[in-house]
Structure formats: structure tokens, C-alpha cells
């Protein structure tokens, strides 16, 4: 070999030892910043995992303490009144569908004819009017039907 080459092989090896110095300092510098992340990563699970455990251990107080109290009790007997709250609005709605139908078939007796919202009541026929009445005569009046 010619010195020159020796030369130019010299300073190849020596870049190659720079370079692989320097990606050694780069590799070690990226590992110490890895490291500082997953210690910060591991610190921050363990708070995480205490969150949870207190957390956890906050729902254990507050199952126990629902089943040791008369909550259940009382949602029970509230039930039950909503129950027959339901009962007596059923009742509500059977009643006012039957006055609703007695309303009609009362207008149907007195009007002579089923009722309609736009319809006028006719007057009655045989109207009472006391100044035309003389004493002992009795007209022919419908009166309410008595429940």
C-alpha cells in the first residue's frame, strides 16, 4: 500500500471511531432520556393505581352503608304509594270516561241528538216559563236524571 492510501484508510477509521463515538454519546444520551420517561410513567401508574384503590375502597363504604341502611325499606313503602297513586289515576280516567258518556247521553236526551262542539242546543219544546203557567196546570219537562 501507498501512504496515501494508508493515509486516506487512517482517517476513515478515525471518522469511523468519531462517528461511532459519537452515535455511542447519542445512544446513551437517548437511554438515559428513555429511562427518565419510564421512571416519571412509572410514578405516575402508582398514583394512578392509588386513585383507584381509594377509590374503590370509597364504593365498598357506600355499598355497606346501602345495604345497612332502610333505604330499601323506604323505596318499598314509595312503591307501593306509587302504586296506588297509579291506581287511583286509573280510576280518574274510568270516571271521567263515564261522566263524559253520561254528559252525551244526556244531550242527546234533552237536545235529541248527539252532541257536536259546533252544534247550538235547540230549546225545549215544553220550556217552563212560570208566567205562562196557570195554576194547576203541569207541563211536561224533562228533568235531570237522579244518581
Not at 208566567?131 to 203541569?138: E, F
Request: glycine share 4%; net charge positive; charged share 35%.
Amino acid at each position: 500500500m501507498t501512504k496515501k492510501e494508508e493515509i486516506k484508510e487512517k482517517s476513515r477509521e478515525k471518522q469511523l471511531r468519531k462517528s461511532h463515538e459519537e452515535l455511542n454519546g447519542i445512544l446513551v444520551e437517548n437511554f438515559m432520556h428513555l429511562q427518565r420517561v419510564m421512571s416519571d410513567q412509572a410514578s405516575k401508574m402508582d398514583k394512578l393505581s392509588e386513585s383507584i384503590a381509594k377509590l374503590l375502597e370509597l364504593f365498598e363504604m357506600s355499598a355497606r352503608s346501602f345495604m345497612a341502611s332502610p333505604v330499601i325499606e323506604e323505596a318499598e313503602k314509595d312503591k307501593e304509594f306509587l302504586e296506588k297513586l297509579n291506581a287511583l289515576l286509573e280510576q280518574n280516567k274510568t270516571i271521567a270516561k263515564g261522566l263524559t258518556l253520561m254528559e252525551e247521553k244526556f244531550r242527546e236526551r234533552v237536545y235529541g241528538g248527539p252532541h257536536t262542539e259546533f252544534q247550538q242546543p235547540r230549546p225545549m219544546q215544553n220550556s217552563f216559563n212560570p208566567q205562562s203557567q196557570q195554576p194547576g196546570q203541569v207541563n211536561n219537562i224533562k228533568r235531570l236524571p237522579r244518581f
